[in-house]
């Protein structure tokens, strides 16, 4: 069974005191300031009084599961940012905080009166991430920009995918989710830099150069060969044997023996030991010039034979293989449910949410489940009252629309 967990919103955490104002959308932002919230920062979400981050509008059987998970150990301020009563609340959270999280397009925080230069001179500390398709400067600065439109321009897509047939786009937010890892990573120097007597600092965060980054050498490839990147299924074009293979029950193994000594136990594995001193299989080089015959050999010997009889075989010689997951084989997984990979967190709807665990695994302050995800405007009174405003105001606010609470 997945383990439970019990949400704890006293448990010691690194980033106590670190006020983390994430007015970002969808799913990039999410992803900078979830890894921020769950090692203990308190990260407020801004959101439309009227519907909320779009994230809450993807659905699976009427659920917002995409929110459940990646707004978790987050507080909801619901906040109209347009009249100008609005934008004094936003100051003076500004003001209290050490983090921004914005995604509209450039020039759009300068349009709102909320310019990096006014913000800094009221909070010189502040960290600004600002989050784009193509960043801050440049001849596309001004294009809109979702994460689909740069997995596309990156390489990404040309290279995804089988040779005969269309580019494959990845089927979830990867270049979100990438830049957010690299966003809260940026923040995380900024801190220090801060932390030893620095001023804060805008980082200027496209989702195009970290997908770009991530795809290897490509363009130094490119220069010494002239040869672009081509799909090539599960393949590799760097090592061999390395491909999915179909079992003879019809299930699938995934296999890469990135290293010669992984070779050669791949090969003594299916009976073919005379491939490690066959020229045509005898280095890795050899093995990705004759990659069609090596592949077909693989192939051959795992298709004779159940996936539990391949694995069995493949794990007595230690060879780099594994099964191809659905996800109720992952959920399923003794050493996902072992690790506790995946955990089971309270929720009102679903009584339980199944969720990712906290990650990296840090040995001494390893994060903490401390809220789940929050209704729309269920923090925003106490947010305010922790500004010093006095209920009268709140509650004028509430009146004329600039703020909603839960």
């Known amino acids: 069974m997945i383990p439970r967990i019990e949400f704890n919103p006293d448990a010691p955490v690194p980033l106590a005191g670190i006020r983390v104002v994430d007015m970002s959308r969808l799913v990039a932002g999410n992803m900078v300031s979830l890894q921020l919230a769950d090692q203990g920062a308190e990260v407020i979400k801004i959101e439309d009084p009227k519907v909320g981050d779009p994230l809450r509008a993807w659905r699976a059987k009427g659920m917002s599961l995409h929110w459940k998970v990646y707004a978790r150990n987050k507080k909801s301020l619901a906040l109209n940012m347009r009249p100008e009563a609005g934008k004094d609340v936003l100051r003076d959270l500004l003001a209290t905080s050490h ?16 310019s990096p230069e006014s913000l800094h001179a009221r909070n010189p500390g502040l960290i600004i991430v600002r989050i784009t398709g193509f960043g801050q400067t440049g001849p596309y600065r001004d294009r809109p920009g979702f994460g689909t439109l740069v997995e596309a321009m990156s390489g990404f897509a040309a290279k995804n995918g ?11 937010a990867m270049a979100d989710m990438i830049s957010g890892l690299y966003g ?5 120097v900024a801190l220090r830099v801060v932390e030893r007597g620095g001023k804060g600092q805008i980082i200027d965060l496209p989702l195009l150069e970290p997908m770009i980054s991530v795809l290897g050498p490509d363009a130094a490839i490119y220069k010494v060969s002239g040869e672009k990147p081509r ?28 290293i010669q000594a992984m070779a050669e136990r791949v090969f003594h594995a299916i009976g073919r030991p005379d491939m490690i001193t066959d020229p045509k299989f005898r280095t890795n080089t050899d093995r990705v010039r004759n990659i069609d015959e090596c592949d077909q050999i693989v192939a051959d010997f795992i298709a004779a034979r159940t996936l539990a009889e391949n694995m069995a075989i493949f794990e007595a010689a230690e060879v780099t293989a594994n099964p191809v997951y659905e996800i109720d084989q ?15 967190a309270p929720d009102e709807e679903m009584g339980t949410v199944p969720m990712h665990n906290i990650i990296p695994r840090l040995s001494d302050t390893p994060g903490q489940f401390r809220l789940p995800a929050p209704t729309l405007g269920q923090d925003t009174r106490a947010i ?13 606010l509430a009146a004329d629309g600039t703020i909603k609470e839960a």
Not at 99 to 104: G, K
Not at 107 to 114: D, K, N, Q, S, V
Not at 184 to 188: D, E, F, P, S
């Open 330 to 344: 992952l959920v399923d997984d003794p050493h996902v449910q072992g690790r506790g990979v995946l955990v089971d």
């Open 184 to 188: 809260a990573y940026a923040i995380m």
């Open 231 to 258: 799909r090539t299924g599960s393949r590799s074009l760097t090592t061999s044997p390395r491909n999915v293979y179909e079992t003879s029950d019809h299930r699938f193994i995934a296999m890469s023996a990135s």
């Open 384 to 396: 305010l009252q922790s500004l010093g405003m006095d209920p009268a105001k709140i509650d004028a």
């Open 99 to 114: 983090v921004l999280i914005e995604n509209f397009r450039p020039g759009t925080l300068e349009e709102m009166g909320l």
């Open 162 to 172: 089988f040779d005969d047939r269309a580019p494959v786009l990845p089927p979830l």
